[in-house]
Nanobody, 121 residues
């Protein structure tokens, strides 16, 4: 099970850190990712980290502002989001994949329930 948390209301330019705690699974065995779904839009890729934790990938829209990381001791994945923009308003989902590193939604095997981020202008 994946439990995402840390969402909330923030002003444009602000920061939030999302957490994804895994239970029943050891995240060091999985590639992990964050996706987001804005109202009325498809769920889109935001960030991914490899199984080993040494390789990351980002969507162009968040590159330079978001950072994904893993804490194997806490069995938790984080998404640090800085310089947030109103278009970043979405439900953010964490996901786990049995592959080494993936950025494609269909390649993720397990999903959390999502946490809502609202960025006001």
């Amino acid at each position: 099970q994946l439990q995402a948390s840390g969402g909330g209301l923030v002003q444009a330019g602000g920061s939030l850190r999302l957490s994804c705690a895994a239970s029943g699974r050891t995240i060091s065995n999985y590639a992990m990712g964050w996706f987001r779904q804005a109202p009325g839009k498809e769920r889109e890729f935001a960030a991914a980290i490899s199984r080993s934790g040494d390789i990351t990938r980002y969507a162009d829209s968040v590159k330079g502002r978001f950072t994904i990381s893993k804490d194997n001791a806490k069995n938790t994945v984080y998404l640090q989001m800085n310089s947030l923009k109103p278009e970043g308003t979405a439900v953010y989902y964490c996901a786990a994949s049995n592959l080494i590193l993936v950025t494609v939604r269909v390649d993720y095997d397990y999903w959390g329930q999502g946490t809502l981020v609202t960025v006001s202008s």
